[in-house]
């Protein structure tokens, strides 16, 4: 077992937020606890990059993750729908979510009819892949449903290269 001190690495999950957080106006909501989305916004703000999206979360709790339920995310996408009424929600799983199998794909499709969005699922449950491949498999599914210019997915992909050097950096790097 390692020992890891300061910050963790950035894994998949926090490949796929960063890209996202890049996008003007999306809204992404993230079926999990407030921790890792304060965590990640904390850590956005840390970098000088303030996320571009509209961040929000379903702040999970017991009922979620011993029974079951998926009525705080049906309730969370509802909201969201009639506040902002955006073209896309994006709605992504969390490391938690990952780990006790919600399947946020079929909730999606459960869901779309309640609400106007176009629901997009990102089913992110690759514990053992790295940041790269989440901000690749997050820009390729925004290009396949085709709700965002891609010019703009482009420039948000830009900006989170721009913050690859501060993830290899002492600032950041955890240290093993």
Do not use: W
Not at 36 to 59: D, E, K, V, W
Not at 60 to 83: H, N, P, Q
Not at 89 to 117: K, M, P, R
């Amino acid at each position: 077992m390692k020992l890891v001190k300061g910050f963790p690495q950035p894994s998949f999950h926090m490949g796929v937020l960063t890209l996202l957080s890049q996008v003007p106006d999306l809204i992404v909501v993230e079926f999990g606890t407030e921790g890792t989305m304060r965590y990640f916004l904390n850590t956005l703000q840390m970098m000088g990059c303030p996320a571009r999206a509209r961040m929000f979360t379903t702040m999970m709790d017991e009922s979620t993750v011993v029974l079951g339920s998926y009525e705080r995310l049906r309730l969370t996408l509802k909201e969201l729908d009639e506040e902002y009424h955006p073209p896309l929600i994006v709605a992504v799983d969390s490391t938690v979510a990952s780990i006790i199998g919600v399947d946020v794909e079929g909730a999606c499709l459960q869901f779309q009819d309640e609400v106007n969005a176009t629901l997009l699922p990102l089913q992110d449950s690759h514990l053992t892949k790295t940041y790269g491949e989440g901000v690749a498999f997050a820009q390729v599914r925004l290009l396949e449903v085709q709700q965002t210019d891609p010019r703009v997915i482009e420039e948000a992909a830009g900006r989170v290269r721009q913050l690859l050097p501060f993830f290899m950096t002492g600032q950041y790097q955890a240290q093993i």
